[in-house]
């Protein structure tokens, strides 16, 4: 089992970058494939980024290809996401969430956090 924390959200201007950090508890963190997802309000959760347990495969949404750089560090039990030349479009709740295997699918993650707001203005 594993429980993870967002961290790293707030308000920027357009073209302006933030790193979101989730903080992961559980020995086995390293097992896990970690994804990013976002929520905007009236929309569904969609998967923006993922990093399998070696950190060797990323996937990312195609609206944040070239912008946005996921990572992660095992023996920190934490993973990150560094969000370049953000859009308005990008304002939302942003979740991070665990679980074994790749998956872009928000309800095939069984780990999530509670979330940390990512506001861009223009």
């Known amino acids: 089992q594993v429980q993870v924390v967002e961290s790293g959200g707030g308000l920027v201007q357009a073209g302006g970058s933030l790193r979101l950090s989730c903080a992961a508890s559980?020995?086995?963190?390293?097992?896990?494939?970690m994804g990013w997802f976002r929520q905007a309000p009236g929309k569904e959760r969609e998967f923006v980024a993922g990093?399998?347990?070696?950190?060797?495969?990323?996937l990312y949404e195609d609206s944040v290809k070239g912008r946005f750089f996921i990572s992660r560090d095992n023996a920190k039990n934490t993973i990150y996401l560094q969000m370049n030349s953000l859009i308005p479009e990008d304002t939302a709740v942003y979740y991070c969430?665990?679980?074994?295997?790749?998956?872009?699918?928000?309800?095939?993650?069984?780990?999530w956090g509670q979330g940390t707001q990512v506001t861009v203005s223009s």
């Open positions: 969430a665990a679980r074994y295997g790749i998956s872009r699918l928000p309800y095939e993650y069984k780990y």
């Open positions: 559980g020995r086995t963190f390293s097992s896990y494939f």
């Open positions: 990093i399998s347990w070696s950190g060797s495969a990323a």
